[in-house]
């Protein structure tokens, strides 16, 4: 099993920038994919970016160009670089793991998220 736990969530203005971290731990070594979701009062939770175990990484539109996902694997950390803030960016973020020991199993670990707050 797999567990993650995100920090680095906060308070910030329009149009600065914000970096999250979501550290993983447990059986980290089975872990392939990591990425980040997020979700605003009253929305369903929306896939914002994930990165690959080889570190190929993919975005959803509304963040293209503004976030920037990584990883560290020898820290078993994926980090969200976030820059351009806007208010519609509030939300709770949530970090996600996926746990591949084989190639016929895969469960999605999600973190208990972290509050990025923007104001305009």
């Known amino acids: 099993q797999v567990q993650v736990v995100e920090s680095g969530g906060g308070l910030v203005q329009a149009g600065g920038s914000l970096t999250l971290s979501c550290a993983a731990s447990?059986?980290?070594?089975?872990?392939?994919?990591m990425g980040w979701g997020r979700q605003a009062p009253g929305k369903q939770r929306e896939l914002l970016a994930g990165?690959?175990?080889?570190?190929?990484?993919n975005y959803t539109d509304s963040v293209k160009g503004r976030f920037t996902i990584s990883r560290d694997n020898a820290k078993n950390t994926v980090y969200l670089q976030m820059h351009s803030l806007k208010p519609e960016d509030t939300a709770v973020y949530s970090c996600?793991?996926?746990?591949?020991?084989?190639?016929?199993?895969?469960?999605?670990?999600w973190g208990q998220g972290t509050q990025v707050t923007v104001s305009s």
């Open positions: 990165i690959s175990g080889t570190s190929s990484t």
């Open positions: 447990g059986s980290t070594v089975s872990i392939n994919g």
């Open positions: 996600y793991a996926d746990y591949q020991p084989n190639r016929s199993y895969t469960r999605r670990y």
